[in-house]
């Protein structure tokens, strides 16, 4: 019976496990298939305190990894596909067989951002192409900067784009967009934004010089194919928090992300729940680190509830 186990390795986990294992709880942090998270699809972190002069998303990860090793925290690589409580005994069903028995269990297991998986997208990634506007929108001061998609994130990523690129364009592959009335006003009124509409991202360009150069679109009309020149490519297209293994165990909204009560609680006494796969708003890793605190001071407070007296 394990006092605690953590899913996920990214900035929420690893700091649970740094609280967990300074409490001497011997925390088991399961690493997913994406050891780090979306962090390590991040060349350049600026807005993470204590790194003057930046780092990089892998840095930050493995100077948080040594960390939590250093304090006694282990570490196993599995799928989890299944959690079940009873009787406050919580269940981590594993891709190879194995289960795990917990009497606590956070919840750090992230948000996976939406692609268009196109080969060209996945090799430019890190360099020009990006899915987190506020995360390396500053790399991209006065340039030219394309955004993908046609609800409300495309446009709260677009309008936030609008502060560093010299000009944003809004790609999307119907006629109208889908974002609230307000979020589509603000956009039209703003002077560096434009849109290319009827259009779908076929390819981006150019895999051989290492950098985006261009988009390569698909008219939706009439199939004719075009080029549109840009220096940054950005997805719009939403996340997908990765909680499915948790269904019928805590309660989520609409989109799956976890609903949580009072700091880290979900719905299920013993389970709680930190970083992207709650926090659908505000989607960076000092806040992610900040839930993974809570989260661990919470189940700490939890356990102690179960050893007093009743």
Not at 13 to 31: M, Q
Not at 94 to 103: R, S, Y
Not at 182 to 197: G, H, V
């Amino acid at each position: 019976m394990e006092k605690v186990v953590i899913l996920g390795s990214g900035p929420a986990g690893l700091t649970a496990a740094l609280y967990t294992a300074r409490a001497f709880l011997s925390p088991l942090l399961i690493e997913g298939p994406q050891s780090g998270g979306q962090l390590t699809t991040t060349t350049d972190v600026d807005n993470f305190p204590g790194f003057p002069k930046g780092v990089t998303g892998p840095e930050l990860i493995e100077f948080m990894r040594e960390q939590v090793l250093r304090f006694g925290t282990r570490f196993e690589t599995r799928v989890v596909e299944k959690v079940t409580r009873e009787k406050d005994v919580i269940r981590v069903f594993c891709d190879d067989e194995k289960v795990l028995e917990t009497k606590t269990l956070i919840v750090a297991s992230g948000a996976s951002a939406k692609y268009l998986g196109l080969p060209s997208e996945k090799a430019l990634m890190g360099q020009g192409v990006s899915a987190c506007a506020t995360c390396d929108g500053f790399f991209f001061k006065d340039k030219e900067i394309v955004v993908v998609g046609g609800g409300d994130t495309a446009i709260e990523e677009a309008l936030f784009l609008t502060r560093f690129g010299s000009k944003v364009t809004i790609i999307h592959r119907r006629d109208s967009l889908r974002a609230s009335k307000i979020m589509q006003e603000r956009a039209k009124a703003n002077k560096k934004i434009s849109f290319l509409w009827n259009k779908e991202v076929v390819e981006v360009r150019d895999v051989s010089a290492g950098k985006v150069t261009g988009v390569v679109l698909k008219d939706v009309v009439d199939g004719s194919i075009s080029e549109y020149p840009c220096e940054g490519f950005f997805l719009g297209i939403g996340h997908t928090p990765n909680s499915r293994f948790l269904d019928g165990v805590v309660e989520r909204d609409s989109n799956g992300y976890i609903k949580t009560f009072t700091g880290s609680r979900t719905s299920a006494p013993g389970i709680f729940a930190a970083g992207d796969v709650q926090d659908p708003v505000y989607r960076q890793a000092i806040t992610a680190a900040g839930s993974g605190c809570m989260a661990a001071i919470d189940a700490e407070r939890y356990l102690e509830s179960l050893a007093e007296p009743q």
